[in-house]
Nanobody, 124 residues
């Protein structure tokens, strides 16, 4: 049974910071690339970041503000979010894939395993 559980979301003012965590179980964590996606209210789920065997990747909208990392000893992937903006408000999801090709990392269909999401709200 694969399970991904996000935590760390909350309400912050614009310019503030949050660190999201995603704890994985039921899989050999080091064999999986991990991604972060978000879904703003009334909009489609969109790519935020991924950490692949070849390194980290970021959406243009978060480059320079967000940082992805992982700790394989804790089976956890993190998303550090700085300089938050109201447009960052969304439910944030983590996802896992064992695909080592890495050319479709920004697409939701690439990831067979998903967490339930954590709410991030940024006030202006």
């Amino acid at each position: 049974q694969v399970q991904l559980i996000e935590s760390g979301g909350g309400l912050v003012q614009a310019g503030g910071s949050l660190r999201l965590s995603c704890a994985a179980s039921g899989l050999t964590f080091s064999n999986y690339a991990m991604g972060w996606f978000r879904q703003p209210p009334g909009k489609e789920r969109e790519f935020v970041s991924a950490i692949l065997w070849s390194g980290p990747r970021y959406a243009d909208s978060v480059k320079g503000r967000f940082a992805i990392s992982r700790d394989n000893t804790k089976n956890t992937v993190y998303l550090r979010m700085d300089s938050l903006k109201p447009e960052d408000t969304a439910v944030y999801y983590c996802a896992a894939t064992a695909d080592r090709r890495g050319d479709t990392y920004s697409q939701t269909y690439e990831y067979p395993y998903w967490g339930q999401g954590t709410q991030v709200t940024v006030s202006s």
